[in-house]
């Protein structure tokens, strides 16, 4: 069975940091991503990497503040968020991608296969 578990949401002021993790159990996959979703907005792309090469992908409101990466040996992969702000509050997820889709970015949410239930991250002024 597959599962992504995510760990490391919390309450932290603005300015301040947070690291999520993803653990993925059951498989490894071809890339994995974070996505966020605030309340009454759509879900977006936050970050995602490619697990054999470590490429990596941002966001443009995400870009210099969060840095994405993975532990190969522990099929973990990680989110540190520095520099937090207000409007980076909203329920973030990670999803792994067997890398069998015909759609090309890693951004797509349409790409990932597997999801995790999500951790809060809020973020006050």
């Known amino acids: 069975q597959v599962q992504l578990v995510e760990s490391g949401g919390g309450l932290v002021q603005a300015g301040g940091s947070l690291r999520l993790s993803c653990a993925a159990s059951g498989r490894t996959f071809y890339a994995m991503g974070w996505f966020r979703q605030a309340p009454g907005k759509a879900r977006e792309f936050v970050a995602a990497?490619?697990?054999?090469?470590?490429?990596?992908n941002y966001a443009d409101s995400v870009k210099g503040r969060f840095s994405i990466s993975r532990d190969i040996a522990k099929n973990t992969m990680s989110l540190q968020m520095n520099s937090l702000k207000p409007e980076d509050t909203a329920v973030y997820s990670c999803?792994?991608?067997?890398?069998?889709?015909?759609?090309?970015?890693?951004?797509?949410?349409?790409?990932?296969?597997?999801w995790g239930q999500g951790t809060q991250v809020t973020v006050s002024s």
């Open positions: 999803a792994g991608d067997k890398g069998v889709s015909v759609i090309g970015a890693l951004s797509d949410e349409r790409r990932y296969d597997y």
């Open positions: 990497i490619n697990w054999s090469l470590g490429k990596t």
